[in-house]
């Protein structure tokens, strides 16, 4: 079975204060997360407080590679059947994501993948995530 | 301090209805009121506590209370999604062992069926909600975030869609008995296998049904319930926990139960293996599989095995579930099957439960609810009862 990849309408993305700076890197193709300025940990999805500690966090960028850790394609109610699922970024990180650009049926846990950007409605850049080739 | 038989469960009621387009949603709460409080032999002036979750319409225990004419000294509207009302179970008897109240009234109804509610649909959730903005252009929707626990624990545990599927045959096994059931047709393991694919690796009939309607519990001291004239059911022991990723450390191969569950196995004193009957919230067929491990009635991982061959038939396997069906085949009123949860295991302790599925001599019966998503965020809520 072959499940093609096919671009679904995204809707509007939320911008709001936590978002703005996340999607103004987005723009120029850099994917970023948050780590807390006292304990130095690493959190998403990105919060303004540390949940660790509540302590002030920053931005970081990161690598956009990491593996699929779950994967499923929601097939119905249709009408374009789209991969969802939890990647594992290479900095331990694991967040929710569409895995995109690649026969949907091919797809495994454990996977290699490697961030993409696909527009919302109002251009914004949503990351997604494509198989690495092999 | 415990809650051990500190408060019992005087009154259960479960709404027959199944589609009530021509209901108001306070109206279905009310209907659950009156059935619960007939049910337990009080009356409406007797009822001095009130809970109620996310379901109850407008300002909720505001507009409840009102709407039902209630005169209240302790009012609790806990929200855990759909293990919302187990939760209130568990404040009830709190409040009770406290002398806040003495009379606890828990209502729970909606119409999703009739508004036409659906699984694969956007979660309506408000403007606001701090993850909105890193995950709806996904769309993660009440399936697919369940499917992807289920296919986590199929690649790490080696479990199969077959014995998912057992689950669902237990539940339809049961629910033949059920005259109010949505469902009551018998199935077997190739049937769900041969149901559409909704989102892998759940099918149709790894789902439960879509149903309105509603239930309500009355919860009182233990010196009313003795006065009353009908089976006296304790609460033992209560959990709660809410589970959601972890700050980005997700980790899908268990639930909030593996919080919850220990918690009221030590307030109760009991453990797993002396549960006779549970009641496990059936939102999807895995939801069963990951709380039963995380409850303890097999060990993480191997609950693809236990599951299987009929394990969960009453009369038939070694731990007899939703009897009623479930909601998988029975109900899941306001897309929130806890009450419902409780409602079965009080009928099994008194021994009110259909005789083709009723458990002999039921002394001792555990239910368990998963509100919200599997996959991202949920309130697990566990609660333990005894035959007096």
């Known amino acids: 079975m072959t499940t093609t990849y096919q671009d679904r309408p995204l809707g509007k993305a939320v911008h709001d ?3 703005e700076q996340f999607f103004a890197a987005t723009a120029s193709g850099s994917l970023r997360i948050k780590a807390c300025v006292s304990c130095r940990k690493l959190h998403w999805y990105p919060r303004a407080l540390c949940p660790y500690c509540l302590g002030d966090t920053e931005w970081r960028e990161v690598s956009g590679r990491g593996e699929i850790y779950s994967v499923s394609v929601t097939r119905r109610p249709g009408p374009t059947p789209y991969a969802i699922a939890y990647v594992r970024l290479d900095e331990g ?4 994501t569409n895995i995109v650009d690649c026969d949907l049926d091919s797809l495994h846990i454990g996977q290699r993948v490697r961030v993409v950007f696909k527009p919302a409605e109002d251009g914004t850049m949503i990351p997604m995530f494509a198989p690495e080739p092999a | 301090m415990s809650i051990k038989r500190k408060a019992c469960i005087a009154g259960a009621f479960e709404h027959p209805t199944r589609k009530a387009p021509d209901k108001t949603v306070a109206q279905l709460h ?3 009121a009156r059935g619960a409080l007939a049910d337990a032999g009080l009356r409406l002036e007797d009822v001095d506590g009130y809970f109620c979750a996310g379901d109850a319409p407008g300002l909720g225990a505001n507009s409840m209370a009102d709407y039902l004419g209630l005169r209240l000294r302790h009012v609790d509207t806990t929200d855990t999604g759909g293990s919302a009302h187990l939760v209130h179970v568990s404040h009830a008897a709190q409040a009770i062992a406290m002398g806040k109240c003495d009379v606890a009234l828990i209502t729970l109804a909606g119409r999703p069926r009739s508004e036409g509610a659906s699984g694969v649909a956007p979660r309506m959730v408000g403007p606001g909600t701090p993850d909105l903005a890193w995950e709806a252009h996904y769309a993660p929707v009440t399936v697919n975030m369940y499917a992807l626990a289920a296919a986590r624990h199929m690649y790490q545990y080696g479990t199969t869609s077959e014995q998912l599927a057992w689950i669902k045959v237990a539940a339809a096994a049961h629910a033949q008995y059920n005259p109010d059931a949505m469902l009551r047709e018998p199935v077997k393991v190739e049937d769900v296998l041969a ?15 879509v149903s309105d309607g509603g239930g309500a519990l009355v919860v009182v001291r233990p010196e009313i319930a003795r006065s009353l004239k009908r089976p006296v059911v304790n609460v033992l022991g209560a959990g ?9 450390q997700v980790d899908l191969t268990w639930s909030g139960a593996a919080w919850s569950g220990p918690r009221a196995f030590e307030e109760a004193g009991v453990k797993p293996s002396d549960v006779q009957y549970v009641s496990i919230y059936d939102s999807f067929t895995i939801t069963v599989l990951m709380q039963l491990e995380d ?12 599951v299987a061959d009929g394990n969960l038939i009453s009369g038939v396997g070694k731990l007899p579930f939703n009897t009623d069906g479930g909601g998988l085949c029975n109900n899941h009123p306001a897309n929130r099957g806890g009450i419902t949860k409780v409602i079965e295991a009080v009928r099994q302790l008194r021994g009110e439960a259909h005789s083709k599925v009723q458990v002999p001599n039921c002394n001792l019966a555990l239910a368990q609810g998963t509100g919200g998503l599997l996959g991202s965020r949920h309130g697990s809520a566990t609660l333990i009862m005894e035959r007096a």
């Open chain 2, 30 to 32: 009310a209907e659950c």
């Open chain 2, 240 to 248: 709660e926990a809410i589970k959601g990723q972890l700050n980005g």
């Open chain 2, 295 to 306: 409850l303890g009635f097999c060990e993480k991982g191997k609950g693809g095995r236990f």
């Open chain 2, 195 to 209: 149901s559409p694919m909704i989102s892998d690796p759940l099918r149709r009939l790894d789902c439960c049904v």
């Open chain 1, 17 to 19: 204060p936590s978002s």
């Open chain 1, 93 to 96: 990180i694991t967040m929710l």
